[in-house]
Nanobody, 112 residues
């Protein structure tokens, strides 16, 4: 089993940045892909970024060019660097290992 804990959410103004962290524990050797999803109020949860162990990344068009996914392998921590945040980025952000585990989520609120 893999356990995931997100942190780093908060309230910011439009144009500011935040970095979310996802700390993994347990069977971290099972992690081949880490994804970040977000769920805005009243909306479905959406995949926004992913990082494969070979270094390949993917980004939703919603965040491409503004968000960057990365990891610190020594610490088993994955990051989502979010720049130029906008009010429509307001959501609960989750990290996810597909078919394995979800974090509890961290709230990001962006005001104009």
């Amino acid at each position: 089993q893999v356990q995931l804990v997100e942190s780093g959410g908060g309230s910011v103004q439009a144009g500011e940045s935040l970095t979310l962290s996802c700390a993994a524990s347990g069977r971290v050797d099972l992690i081949q892909i880490m994804q970040w999803h977000r769920q805005a109020p009243g909306m479905e949860r959406k995949l926004i970024a992913g990082l494969i162990n070979d270094g390949s990344t993917m980004y939703s068009d919603l965040v491409k060019g503004r968000f960057t996914i990365s990891k610190d392998a020594a610490k088993n921590v994955w990051y989502l660097q979010m720049n130029n945040l906008q009010p429509n980025d307001t959501a609960i952000y989750y990290c996810n290992v597909p078919n394995e585990s979800w974090g509890q989520g961290t709230q990001v609120t962006v005001s104009s």
